[in-house]
């Protein structure tokens, strides 16, 4: 069932936001992430001795992304270890602790 919002001042897909929104214009140059790098030549002698002094730095978008990606993946791995250790402590304590409330509910 179709929800039709009443409030004009919430945009929709079809209302412009801004006026130059729609108007023709030149498309917006993509940023590359990183220089290109010079072609090398196919020779087999080619190695660091050819290769640039200075590398092609990645940009903070690139930078951030991996970042983000290595800490995600870090946090993952930390709770998992985390709950497989709170799992083992569990599993060693329960006998006790059946025991322990087996005596308290039923004495003697």
């Known amino acids: 069932m179709p929800h039709h919002y009443s409030d004009s001042s919430i945009p929709t897909l079809t ?6 929104l729609g108007s023709p214009r ?3 140059a993509i ?3 990183q220089e290109p790098m010079p072609a090398a030549p196919a020779s ?10 200075t590398p092609s730095q990645p940009g903070d978008a690139v930078l951030r992304a991996v970042l983000q990606a290595e ?20 599993d060693a304590e329960l006998p006790d602790i059946l025991a322990r409330v087996m005596r308290n509910v ?3």
Do not use: F, H, N, W
Request: hydrophobic share 40%.
């Open 15 to 20: 209302d412009r936001v801004e006026p130059g």
């Open 106 to 108: 039923r004495p003697g």
């Open 31 to 33: 940023p590359r992430l």
């Open 71 to 90: 800490l995600e993946e870090t946090l993952t791995a930390a709770i998992d270890e985390a709950v497989a250790g709170i799992r083992a402590r569990l």
């Open 44 to 53: 087999y002698e080619s190695g660091p001795a050819s290769a640039p002094d």
């Open 26 to 28: 030149a498309p917006a």
